[in-house]
């Protein structure tokens, strides 16, 4: 059970060593000396999860096919053969 005298704990954000700020007014890194007032955003990775949660991904709806159903490949490579018989009787 952590002790209350101790002050507020934190993690240096330079070298992550754990400790207390003895309730000094400036929390300075025991070890390597880090003011930890000029570190980052402590709670910046909650809150960017937080904002990536929040984006609502859109569904675009599908549309239905005209006549109903699609063509199939067999009927498709059909109707190309068919255009190009066309197009080489017009050309004879």
Avoid at 21 to 27: C, E, H, L, T, V
Avoid at 59 to 69: K, T, Y
């Amino acid at each position: 059970m952590p002790a209350k005298d101790f002050g507020t704990k934190f993690v240096c954000f330079k070298c992550s060593t754990k400790f207390y700020d003895m309730k000094k007014p400036d929390p300075i890194c025991p070890k390597c000396g880090a003011d930890q007032r000029e570190a980052a955003s402590t709670r910046a990775s909650e809150s960017r999860r937080s904002r990536l949660a929040a984006v609502p991904k859109i569904i675009e709806p599908v549309e239905p096919v005209e006549g109903g159903r699609e063509a199939s490949d067999e009927e498709e490579v059909e109707d190309v053969e068919e255009a190009e018989e066309e197009v080489v009787a017009d050309e004879d």
